[in-house]
C-alpha cells in the first residue's frame, strides 16, 4: 500500500478479505480500507475485478447515508478501495440490546430508504440489505444517522437482472433477508432490495427473522410459502400503519410491493398507504370476516 496510507489495526476479517482502520497521511484522517487477502483460496482475481467493481459502484452514489468511497487503488498486494471510517454500531447488534421503539424505528425508515433512495436512482440495486449492512452512529444531540454499508453484491444497472450465483450455483446474500425471487432465479430490480428491507425493519422491531428456520432450506420455503408471524401480533404497540407498512414491503409478489423507495418513502412520510393497496387489504378483511361468520 502506498506511503499515505498507515494502516493500524484489523476492524473485520470475512471469507473474501479484511476491512482495516487506516490513517490517511495525507488529508489527515482515519479511513476504512477495503481489501482482498492473498491467502484466499479460489480466483483471487475475480475477488480483485469485484472490489473494483464495487469502488466504481460506490463511487456513482453521493449520499449521507451511504458510505462513501474517496479513494482506490493497488499495490504488490492487490487492489484496495479507501472509504470514510464509519463509527458506531451496526443494527444487529443494537437490536441484540433491544428492540426499536416506534420513535427509533421511523427515523431509521426515513434516513434508510432515502440512501437506498440515491442509489436506485443512480442505478444501482444493493442485494445485501441486511441489518450488519446498516451503521448506526450516534449524534451529540441524542439521535443517530444511519449508513448503509457494503455493496460488495450490488449491481449498476437500470433494468431487471439475474441472480449472481458462484461457480457451483450457490446464491450470495443473506438467507433470512432475500426475496423469493432471488430463490426463484427470475430477474430482479429495485422491489427485490424493498423487500429485504421490509425484512429488516421486521427484525429491527421484533428481534426475530420474520422469514426462519433450524436449515437453511426450512428458511428458504418460509420464504417462498410466505410463512411468518405478522408484526402486529408481535408488536401490538405500534401504529396500524406502521405494521402494515413494513407487511408491504415484504409482500410475496414483487407487483404487491411499492415500486419504488420513493412510493414507499411518500406513504410512509404522509401515513397513509396508497389507495391500490388500501383497497385490496380492504377486501381482504372483508373475506376474512365472512370467512369467520361461516365458521361460526
Same mark, same amino acid.
Given at each position: 500500500?502506498?506511503?499515505?496510507?498507515?494502516?493500524?489495526?484489523?476492524?473485520?476479517?470475512?471469507?473474501?478479505?479484511?476491512v482495516l482502520r487506516a490513517w490517511d497521511s495525507q488529508l489527515g484522517r482515519e479511513v476504512?480500507?477495503?481489501?482482498?487477502?492473498?491467502?484466499?483460496?479460489?480466483?483471487?482475481?475475480?475477488?480483485?475485478?469485484?472490489?473494483?467493481?464495487?469502488?466504481?459502484?460506490?463511487?456513482?452514489?453521493?449520499?449521507?447515508?451511504?458510505?462513501?468511497?474517496?479513494?482506490?487503488?493497488?499495490?504488490?498486494?492487490?487492489?484496495?478501495?479507501?472509504?470514510?471510517?464509519?463509527?458506531?454500531?451496526?443494527?444487529?447488534?443494537?437490536?441484540?440490546?433491544? #428492540?426499536?421503539? &416506534?420513535?427509533?424505528?421511523?427515523? !431509521?425508515? %426515513?434516513?434508510?430508504?432515502?440512501?437506498?433512495?440515491? $442509489?436506485?436512482? =443512480?442505478?444501482?440495486?444493493?442485494?445485501?440489505?441486511?441489518?450488519?449492512?446498516?451503521?448506526?452512529?450516534?449524534?451529540?444531540?441524542g439521535g443517530f444517522q444511519v449508513k448503509i454499508l457494503d455493496f460488495g453484491l450490488a449491481?449498476?444497472?437500470?433494468?431487471?437482472?439475474?441472480?449472481?450465483?458462484?461457480?457451483?450455483?450457490?446464491?450470495f446474500g443473506s438467507i433470512y433477508f432475500m426475496a423469493p425471487e432471488q430463490f426463484e432465479?427470475?430477474?430482479?430490480?429495485?422491489?427485490?432490495?424493498?423487500?429485504?428491507?421490509?425484512?429488516?425493519?421486521?427484525?429491527?422491531?421484533?428481534?426475530?427473522?420474520?422469514?426462519?428456520?433450524?436449515?437453511?432450506?426450512?428458511?428458504?420455503?418460509?420464504?417462498?410459502?410466505?410463512?411468518?408471524?405478522?408484526?402486529?401480533?408481535?408488536?401490538?404497540?405500534?401504529?396500524?400503519?406502521?405494521? #402494515?407498512?413494513? &407487511?408491504?414491503?415484504?409482500?410475496? !409478489?414483487? %407487483?404487491?410491493?411499492?415500486?419504488?423507495?420513493?412510493? $414507499?418513502?411518500? =406513504?410512509?412520510?404522509?401515513?397513509?398507504?396508497?389507495?391500490?393497496?388500501?383497497?385490496?387489504?380492504?377486501?381482504?378483511?372483508?373475506?376474512?370476516?365472512?370467512?369467520?361468520?361461516?365458521?361460526?
Amino acid at each position: 500500500m502506498n506511503r499515505r496510507y498507515q494502516v493500524k489495526e484489523p476492524l473485520a476479517t470475512g471469507g473474501r478479505g479484511d476491512v482495516l482502520r487506516a490513517w490517511d497521511s495525507q488529508l489527515g484522517r482515519e479511513v476504512a480500507i477495503k481489501r482482498v487477502r492473498r491467502d484466499v483460496e479460489g480466483d483471487n482475481g475475480s475477488m480483485i475485478e469485484d472490489l473494483v467493481r464495487e469502488a466504481r459502484t460506490l463511487l456513482t452514489v453521493q449520499h449521507p447515508n451511504v458510505v462513501t468511497v474517496y479513494d482506490a487503488g493497488s499495490d504488490d498486494d492487490g487492489a484496495f478501495i479507501v472509504m470514510e471510517l464509519v463509527k458506531g454500531e451496526t443494527l444487529e447488534t443494537i437490536v441484540e440490546r433491544g #428492540a426499536l421503539t &416506534e420513535g427509533d424505528f421511523m427515523s !431509521l425508515v %426515513e434516513q434508510t430508504l432515502d440512501g437506498l433512495l440515491a $442509489a436506485h436512482q =443512480a442505478g444501482v440495486i444493493h442485494l445485501d440489505l441486511t441489518p450488519q449492512n446498516l451503521m448506526l452512529t450516534w449524534l451529540p444531540g441524542g439521535g443517530f444517522q444511519v449508513k448503509i454499508l457494503d455493496f460488495g453484491l450490488a449491481m449498476a444497472t437500470r433494468q431487471p437482472m439475474e441472480q449472481k450465483m458462484d461457480d457451483e450455483g450457490a446464491i450470495f446474500g443473506s438467507i433470512y433477508f432475500m426475496a423469493p425471487e432471488q430463490f426463484e432465479r427470475v430477474p430482479l430490480d429495485v422491489r427485490t432490495d424493498l423487500y429485504a428491507l421490509g425484512c429488516t425493519f421486521y427484525f429491527a422491531v421484533t428481534q426475530r427473522y420474520p422469514f426462519d428456520g433450524e436449515l437453511g432450506l426450512q428458511v428458504l420455503t418460509s420464504h417462498l410459502q410466505h410463512h411468518r408471524v405478522e408484526l402486529g401480533r408481535l408488536r401490538p404497540d405500534l401504529s396500524a400503519f406502521v405494521t #402494515a407498512w413494513v &407487511e408491504w414491503l415484504m409482500s410475496r !409478489l414483487p %407487483e404487491d410491493r411499492p415500486e419504488s423507495c420513493g412510493e $414507499a418513502l411518500l =406513504a410512509f412520510r404522509n401515513q397513509r398507504m396508497p389507495e391500490k393497496v388500501a383497497r385490496v387489504e380492504s377486501v381482504a378483511v372483508v373475506v376474512e370476516s365472512r370467512a369467520k361468520e361461516s365458521s361460526d
